[in-house]
């Protein structure tokens, strides 16, 4: 971490240059060190940053003390402040790990680097952690989040199962399979040469990629929805983890035809059907929305804006459907009693 942070470029402000500087009086570097000297929440931090990563063995050790009894307030509006630097984020969140509110607030940070988020998961304890676990944006755009949260025992099994986790101590062996020889076998005529047939193991024989996906990994799982082809994702939006099914959405080759066979989907998780409204692009293809104003799980009132897009015809099939909730039926009567009156 120190050999990664000394190559930073970090632009201070003239009050940290004057502290940090060589030639900077011992009593101001340790006074600063300690938190003694008039600065503020951000100069402070990135004083502290670079003395806790600096060469300064009695800085170091002052500075990483300090950070972590400081007191939440001052850091919070750092924290706050979308154009905070990733690395001043990253010093935080490794010295203040135990503090709670304060990560609850730091975790979502838009610039939080992956490789903080993948130490907090696999160091922090498990409250901490199911803060990350709860954020599907970032354990998606991370796959290796998943395994990190897998791999930290301090972190709650039930957290881990809503993630996909399979206890490996619950793991069954897979029945062994038996040669059993073909009825009759025992009367064939023992010199007929039959020629000699090579065995095959099941490692040489071709896998389908269904196959393969039987020995996926939940993070690997979202890696192959993010990138694979068509099949692949035909495969996957029908994983019953919704952070598997959701990447497949976020894969840029999905076409719109894919998209309107899960939303015309009725099986369609409301994840799924919430990323597809939140899309604008999809919306604007009539056919999705009409999809979408039949299907079970989208937000009511998406659906009803959607309404009011469909042709005439459309809103007398919904009209009569029983396919569709009683308020969508009743909001299509209306708007066709409507466009009667000002006929």
């Known amino acids: 971490m120190s050999e990664q942070v000394r190559k930073v470029k970090l632009k201070v402000s003239p009050a940290v240059a004057r502290v940090v500087a060589a030639g900077a009086p011992r009593d101001v570097k340790l006074a600063a060190a300690k938190a003694a000297l008039p600065l503020d929440g951000r100069d402070l931090v990135t004083v502290l940053f670079l003395f806790a990563y600096g060469k300064d063995e009695e800085l170091k050790e002052l500075a990483r003390g300090t950070v972590r009894e400081l007191p939440a307030g001052i850091l919070q509006a750092l924290i706050a402040d979308d154009g905070t630097h990733p690395q ?16 609850e607030q730091l975790l979502i940070h838009p610039n939080l680097p992956d490789a903080t988020l993948l130490h907090v998961a696999r160091q922090a304890d498990g409250t901490v952690v199911s ?39 619950k793991k069954q062996e897979p029945a062994a399979q038996q040669k059993v020889a073909p009825a009759g076998a025992e009367d064939e005529d023992e010199d007929e040469d039959f020629g000699e047939i090579e065995e095959l193991d099941d490692d040489d024989l071709p896998k389908s ?93 998406k659906a009803l804006r959607y309404m009011a897009t469909l042709s005439e015809k459309e809103l007398k099939e919904l009209a009569k459907s029983r396919n569709v909730s009683q308020v969508i039926v009743n909001n299509a009567r209306r708007m066709l009693m409507a466009k009667e009156k000002r006929r």
């Open 209 to 301: 990629k269904y196959q393969l996906l039987l020995t996926f990994g939940v993070s690997d799982k979202i890696k192959m929805a993010l990138t694979g082809d068509k099949e692949w994702r035909s495969l996957l939006v029908k994983d019953p983890n919704k952070l598997v099914c959701s990447a497949v959405l976020k894969n840029p080759r999905i076409t719109e035809g894919e998209v309107l066979a899960i939303a015309r989907n009725r099986s369609s998780n409301d994840e799924l059907i919430r990323l597809i409204t939140l899309n604008r692009e999809w919306v604007k293809n009539y056919e999705i929305r009409k999809a979408l104003v039949m299907h079970p799980r989208t937000p009511l009132p």
């Open 88 to 103: 001043l984020l990253d010093f935080l969140a490794r010295f203040r790990m135990r503090d709670l509110a304060l990560m």
């Open 131 to 169: 803060l990350i676990a709860n954020n599907a944006e970032r354990l998606i755009g991370c796959p290796d989040l998943v395994d990190a949260i897998f791999a930290n025992p301090k972190v709650d099994k039930a957290v881990k199962y809503r993630l996909g986790w399979v206890d490996p101590e």
